[in-house]
């Protein structure tokens, strides 16, 4: 039905709504050819409430994988994205951006939110010198529609050992915003805020962090907050640090009862049945196992206001050892480093890093095939096509 109005260029016999509604359920690389069929079309796919629609769809009916991947014969020089619906696979590239003497770049996927992708971009320059200079920058792309902006550099140079970086959207101001926390020796001394509206980078207060370990190497972004890992320094107990996008604050909650026992650096943000959740490995000599747990609103008279609760447990997966990283649809997503197994390790010829699908209903683990000549790098995120722009956000006029 789209195609004939498309070739016959007849919009008007069909009223605005129904045109709309139907636009909305096409994918976006249809939707920029349809640009062209005429101009009430394009006006349309720009404005701030169909590209709001679209994304609705997607979300609800198209939701991907990111996979953070190289190819093989490639230039050294091109990052790639793997997109995965488990039915087909599209590789993009994203080229980075010329530099004079580049020998080396690096590419982490900081989060993805509607449609958006904060990058982590490492580059390494040979100066005369004859010293590596190694140099950060960020970066928004949207793969959708191939649209990419650079993000600018920060207020100040610190002297720092790292950072952690998060991304993610508020719709309370309607603004995508980047999160650096600049750390010494894990611990926060610096923190900047980059808000897409604004287009710079400012200092906000972190004074309820002092004394807190990050753990976490990049945040997660969830229901208009940006969570990571921290550790406090003097009675070393786990705890969640919450990052309001909107008021751009900071505040802490409580974690999981047993984190004394467990692995901090192994333990994964997610998101399941619309809830904050967490992703645990445990680990014996023999087996392997994926812990489930959901944050939710305490209603007993606890002084506390959320509560963690374990609402699943993988099968034992003997011999090998299991990193999750997200939920995707109905399946815990897993990097698996496999070496000498057997049973469904057969399928794993090499030391590489693999994934595995862990259903959540059937309890059974599926290997996942990449495409010939792609090597995964080790990064996986949830993500969904969207109109969204890279370079300014739109606020459409009442």
């Known amino acids: 039905m789209v195609e004939q109005i498309v070739m016959q260029k007849e919009t008007s016999y069909l009223p605005p709504e129904i045109i709309t509604n139907i636009l909305v359920r096409l994918t976006v690389r249809y939707l920029i050819q349809f640009q062209c069929v005429c101009k009430d079309w394009k006006n349309l796919l720009k404005t701030p409430s169909f590209i709001e629609k679209h994304l609705d769809h997607s979300t609800q009916q198209n939701p991907l994988l990111a996979f953070n991947c190289s190819i093989y014969e490639s230039d050294d020089n091109a990052c790639h994205l793997s997109l995965n619906n488990r039915d087909e696979t599209e590789v993009l590239e994203f080229q980075n951006p010329p530099i004079v003497h580049l020998l080396k770049a690096s590419l982490m996927l900081v989060h993805s939110s509607n449609g958006l992708l904060c990058l982590d971009l490492q580059t390494i320059k040979f100066h005369s010198s004859w010293l590596w200079n190694p140099s950060y920058s960020f970066w928004l792309w949207n793969p959708a ?63 309820n962090l002092e004394g807190i370990r990050l753990v976490s190497e990049s945040g997660f972004a969830w229901n208009g907050s940006i969570f990571w890992i921290g550790l406090e320094k003097e009675s070393h107990l786990g705890l969640i640090v919450s990052f309001d996008i909107a008021l751009e604050v900071f505040t802490l909650l409580p974690f999981l009862t047993e984190s004394h026992a467990l692995k901090l650096y192994d333990i994964m943000f997610t998101t399941y049945d619309n809830k904050l959740a967490l992703l645990s490995p445990t680990r014996n000599h023999e087996s392997s196992f994926i812990d489930l747990w959901v944050m939710e609103e305490c209603t007993n008279e606890s002084k506390e206001r959320w509560v963690w609760t374990k609402i699943y447990r993988s099968r034992p997966c003997p011999r090998w050892r299991l990193y999750p990283m997200i939920i995707w649809r109905n399946e815990i997503v897993c990097t698996v480093i496999a070496k000498h197994q057997r049973g469904i390790e057969d399928e794993m010829e090499d030391d590489e890093a693999k994934v595995l699908f862990c259903n959540l209903t059937t309890n059974e683990f599926n290997v996942f095939a990449f495409p010939a000549k792609c090597k995964f790098t080790g990064q996986v995120l949830n993500y969904v096509e969207s109109l969204v722009p890279v370079r300014s956000i739109q606020i459409e006029e009442p």
């Open 145 to 207: 529609i191939r649209e990419v902006q650079q993000v600018p550099q920060s207020l100040d140079k610190y002297k720092i050992d790292t950072i952690s970086v998060g991304f993610g959207f508020s719709p309370i101001v309607n603004d995508y915003k980047i999160v650096k926390l600049f750390l010494l020796g894990a611990l926060v001394a610096e923190v900047e805020v980059y808000a897409l509206r604004r287009g710079c980078w400012r200092k906000v207060k972190f004074g």
